[in-house]
């Protein structure tokens, strides 16, 4: 083995850890995936998705027609009706059922909820807003603030339906207008219609038996309930669970940032764990003005953008603006593909260097565990047996450590769940440990039909179904035009840049496209536009020449909602994914498709 080799070479057995991987996800593996979670709605704490925040504002129904319309206020609808109000076109507006901007940033205010996106390149619109980002990772009340900035700042306020959820989508062929029906009783119109409703904004329950019984106090954490907690989302200490034993259940991103914040007041907490999240180093700092001031010069924000997209795994970035944890990962990839003989290089070798740096990178956050937690066996359970891309990666330098406090207890379940909720606690190993408040760290829909989500059915020319035409899987041009539906724009990662570890790019790349392509309908007078048949197939087509869903969604992977909790996700699945020369190309690309202004594979009619 020559020098450069043996310096790559695995310092583990791989062997065996791939066998602890197998038998952690076999324990987990169950035959009800997605159906062992139940909906907030109709359960007992259906109330809470009533909007605890904002009240309800009484207004008339609108029957009017505007320009654009866009389903959705979070990152998705700011960023396009901001590209939109950039190009001149005023007349947005966004239809939303929380009580303001933000989506997920509206609903979760949980304790310690933060970007786990370095800031600089997760907050959209900084240059436009001219905002300095306070932290590295800044806080949610930050990200909410800047949501609210955007909408100010682009006049999006004024046109905005709030606590309005759409109940049906429908083209009208005869006038070429969308009818956007909603359940405040509104029928309104518009030319266009752009829809960004998030992946993950429908809270789930897990399934557990008995979970209605439980007398005491419980809540979903995207509806934190700081009436009972005490505390705020600014971080204020939760004083009134002093005297409160509290369960949290699941052990994900969400309750990652939330433990350590419960653990300092609550006079016991238990924390329920299914499966390990994997926990590196967070390393947060504040942005200091004057270092700010240095590198925010014209064009910044773009040049970050870039700069983190390609210091993923497909890029080729010669600096690393952001130094994070995604970028760790990446870096360590490239420099093991690097290290190998450029002979006979085969994609089998680089996806064995792939699979070798997440083995050690899960070697390294194994040991921090044992580095930090004090108590030998709570430390082993809090290892993540799995690559790092199975689940959701966290970072966090306050997690572990809570585990150091005498009032907060790790309740391993091995990989089996909460057996049983009574009427008085939580039920693990056949032991109920009597608590007065429950918090559901529990997660959002993730594989249920886009309908179920959205919460409404899109229905374009000839009444063709979103549902219908999509029966076989998600088929666009760019993940942003659908044959069929003229007119409309999904404003979403898939089929287009598929760029994972921050989203925000994605959208604010589309919100670009579309503003580019509306502009240009109205300058030529055209009052449908869609992409034809022959290019939307061909951009399927295309997309399936490339690599699949790597990691995500890979079947030997610990059970979660990136592979559909461990089963056979059917064949429509294998159509979520991206560009196949990755994110940064395809960025490249649609630059080069729009400044080309030919809308190849778009119809102007
Ligand atoms: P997750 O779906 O990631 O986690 C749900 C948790 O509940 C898991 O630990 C799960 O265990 C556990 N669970 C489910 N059923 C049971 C059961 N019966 N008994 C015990 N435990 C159970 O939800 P989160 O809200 O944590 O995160 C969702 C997503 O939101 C993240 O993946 C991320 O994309 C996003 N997010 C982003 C943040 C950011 O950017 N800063 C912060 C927070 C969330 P198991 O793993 O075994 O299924």
Redesign the pocket.
């Known amino acids: 083995m020559d020098g450069s080799r043996a310096d790559t070479a695995p310092t583990f057995d791989k062997a065996a850890l791939l066998a602890r991987y197998r038998e952690e996800r076999d324990k ?1 593996l169950r035959p009800d995936g997605n159906a062992q979670y139940l909906e907030l709605k109709g359960s007992h704490l259906a109330h809470y998705l009533d909007d605890p925040y904002t009240p309800m504002v009484e207004r008339a129904p609108k029957t009017d027609h505007v320009t654009f319309a866009f389903v959705g206020g979070g990152f998705a609808g700011l960023v396009t009706g901001a590209r939109l109000v950039e190009a001149g076109i005023k007349d947005v507006r966004i239809v939303e059922k929380g009580g303001d901007f933000g989506g997920a940033w509206y609903w979760n205010r949980y304790p310690g ?5 370095a800031s600089m390149v997760y907050m959209p619109l900084l240059e436009e807003t001219g905002h300095r980002p306070t932290e590295k990772y800044a806080h949610a009340p930050e990200i909410l603030a800047q949501c609210q900035r955007i909408g100010r700042q682009f006049g999006l306020y004024d046109n905005a339906l709030f606590h309005t959820e759409v109940t049906d989508l429908a083209w009208d062929d005869a006038e070429k207008r969308w009818v956007i029906s909603t359940n405040r009783g509104d029928r309104f119109t518009a030319s266009f219609i752009g829809l960004g409703t998030g992946p ?1 904004h429908v809270p789930k329950l ?3 038996p008995g979970i209605e019984d439980f007398k005491g106090h419980s809540f979903h ?1 995207s509806r934190w309930d700081y009436a009972y907690t005490g505390g705020d989302p600014l971080g204020a200490p939760m004083e009134k669970l002093r005297d409160k034993r509290v369960a949290i ?7 990652v ?1 939330a433990v350590p914040h419960l653990a300092k007041t609550a006079g016991q907490l238990y924390v ?1 764990q ?2 390990p999240s994997s926990v590196d180093v967070r390393a947060n700092a504040p942005i200091d003005e004057d270092w700010f001031e240095g590198i925010a010069t014209p064009g910044w924000q773009q040049r970050w953008l870039e700069n983190f997209t390609a210091n993923q795994a497909m890029g080729n970035a010669t600096e690393d603006l952001v130094q994070d944890g995604w970028t760790d990962l990446s870096r360590r990839i490239r420099a093991k593909i690097a290290a190998l003989p450029r002979e006979g290089l085969t994609p089998q070798k680089m996806m064995a260097a792939f699979e070798d740096s997440d083995f050690e990178k899960m070697e390294e956050i194994r040991s921090r565990v044992d580095a930090i937690v004090q108590d030998h066996e709570t430390a082993q359970k809090l290892k993540a047996w799995y690559r790092q891309l199975c ?2 990666p966290c970072f966090h330098d306050a997690y572990l450590q809570a585990f150091n406090n005498p009032n907060v207890t790790l309740v391993d ?1 091995e990989g089996q ?2 057996e049983r909720i009574t009427e008085t606690g939580v039920v693990v190993g056949g032991r109920e440990y009597p608590v007065d408040c429950i918090i559901y ?4 829909e993730v594989g249920t039909e886009y309908k179920r989500r959205a919460g409404f059915e899109v229905a374009g020319r000839d009444g063709l179904k979103l549902s219908e035409a999509w029966a076989e899987g998600m088929k666009t041009k760019h993940g942003t035009h659908v044959r069929g539906f003229p007119n409309l724009f999904f404003v979403q990662p898939t089929q287009g840049a598929n760029l994972i570890s921050n989203v925000p790019h994605n959208l604010t790349e589309s919100g670009r496209t579309i503003a580019l392509t509306i502009k240009h309908a109205l300058d030529v007078g055209a009052r449908e536009v869609e992409v034809t048949q022959e290019a939307q197939d061909a951009w399927v087509s295309l997309l399936l020449t490339g690599p699949g869903r790597m990691m995500m969604g890979a079947s030997d992977c610990t ?3 990136y592979n559909n909790e461990g089963q056979d996700p059917g064949p429509a699945a294998k159509l979520n994914v991206g560009y196949p020369a990755g994110p940064s190309a395809y960025f490249r690309y649609l630059e080069d498709w729009r400044s080309s202004g030919k809308f190849e594979g778009l119809e102007f009619r």
């Open positions: 987990r909820a933060q970007c786990d996106t993950l897990p399934g557990i954490t259940i699941g052990t994900g991103a969400t309750s940032q329920f299914r499966t689940k959701r379940t769940g909460v760290a529990s997660g959002f059970p979660g909602y």
